[in-house]
């Protein structure tokens, strides 16, 4: 792909016209940062190291945090990087990279959360049959379809970008390697390309939410016939936090990529891409630790652990 173009490199232009504040961003959004991992490494080594925590849901939750944690980790550290640095170049094939594994990243993560709104219409709906609709294999194989459908999506749209000749400018007004930013340099005029993108795009984002919409019409309709106040709030609170998770990838996601290049705005779009690409992964593990009882009480458990542990010592 490099040979047909003049582009060998990228410039991030990223937060670059706010001067002295990127020093005050750095430090924001590294902390962020540290937190986000801390997060999800601690709800991945709580499900795996806690018994309780083996089923189904929590399975589809250590995925999706390990997931968003890799997604953090492609985009984070450079941006970290560019705020404290004049030379904020990225190679042709770094930049495809790292759109690569974004898109990856990013749409496993849009599959995982369908998949998991499966999991509760089938917890709720069905749950005499639960133990048969959810078996371990069935997990393991909706898991490995999530990851491979990703990446594979996400390899047609990054060849659908990079295929095309870039021979003008090479400085990209977003802080890392995203679609509508870096196929506006194109030299050449992409109709067929973007269609394909905004298609595989909507495929990503309406059809799983649309899925889940209907999962939750059911699993709503099934709470309201529970005779008691207690047994609705159990139930509606084992689905909110999935929700609160689905309405703020979703709703930022769709806002950015339904829609046509030609529409990009460069500062809404990197606000916008600022809340999924960070408060969405830093809201995962918060919410799942803050509104979960079987989570903090795991928490707790392994705090106690290491508390004894370190006592022996």
């Known amino acids: 792909m490099a040979n047909s173009s003049f582009v060998t490199e990228f410039l991030l232009l990223g937060f670059s016209s706010l001067g002295e504040l990127q020093l005050v961003l750095f430090v924001v959004f590294f902390s962020l940062y540290l937190?986000?991992?801390?997060?999800?490494?601690?709800?991945?080594?709580?499900?795996?190291?806690?018994?309780?925590?083996h089923t189904p849901m929590y399975f589809f939750l250590c995925i999706l945090s390990i997931s968003e944690t890799l997604y953090t980790i492609v985009i984070l550290p450079k941006m970290l990087i560019n705020l404290l640095s004049v030379l904020r170049t990225l190679s042709f094939l770094s930049c495809a990279t790292q759109m690569f594994?974004?898109?990856?990243?990013?749409v496993t993560n849009c599959l995982l959360l369908g998949v998991m709104g499966y999991d509760r219409y089938a917890a709720i709906c069905q749950p005499l049959h639960y133990?048969?609709?959810?078996?371990?294999?069935?997990?393991?194989?909706?898991?490995v379809t999530c990851i491979v459908?990703?990446?594979?999506?996400?390899?047609?749209?990054?060849?659908?970008?990079?295929s095309l000749p870039f021979c003008g400018s090479n400085k990209v007004n977003h802080y890392f390697c995203d679609i509508s930013p870096v196929i506006r340099l194109a030299c050449a005029?992409?109709?067929?390309?973007?269609?394909?993108?905004?298609?595989?795009?909507?495929?990503?984002?309406v059809v799983p939410f649309i899925f889940i919409c209907v999962s939750y019409g059911f699993i709503v309709h099934t709470i309201l016939r529970i005779p008691s106040a207690e047994g609705k709030r159990k139930a509606f609170s084992t689905c909110a936090s999935h929700l609160t998770v689905?309405?703020?990838h979703y709703g930022c996601a769709s806002s950015v990529y339904l829609r046509p290049s030609a529409k990009y705005t460069s500062g809404k779009d990197r606000l916008v891409t600022v809340t999924y690409t960070?408060?969405?992964p830093l809201l995962n593990p918060m919410v799942y630790s803050l509104r979960n009882k079987d989570v903090q009480m795991a928490i707790w458990k392994m705090i106690g652990?290491?508390?004894?542990?370190?006592?022996?010592?």
């Open 246 to 248: 689905v309405i703020v």
């Open 101 to 106: 594994f974004f898109l990856g990243f990013a």
């Open 189 to 205: 005029d992409s109709p067929i390309n973007e269609l394909i993108i905004f298609i595989c795009g909507a495929l990503v984002l």
């Open 35 to 53: 937190i986000i991992l801390s997060g999800n490494i601690t709800i991945i080594s709580v499900i795996l190291l806690d018994r309780s925590l």
């Open 131 to 143: 133990p048969i609709l959810m078996r371990w294999r069935v997990c393991g194989q909706l898991a």
């Open 305 to 313: 652990k290491t508390g004894l542990s370190l006592k022996t010592l």
């Open 278 to 280: 960070i408060i969405t």
């Open 149 to 162: 459908s990703g990446f594979l999506i996400s390899l047609v749209g990054t060849t659908l970008v990079f």
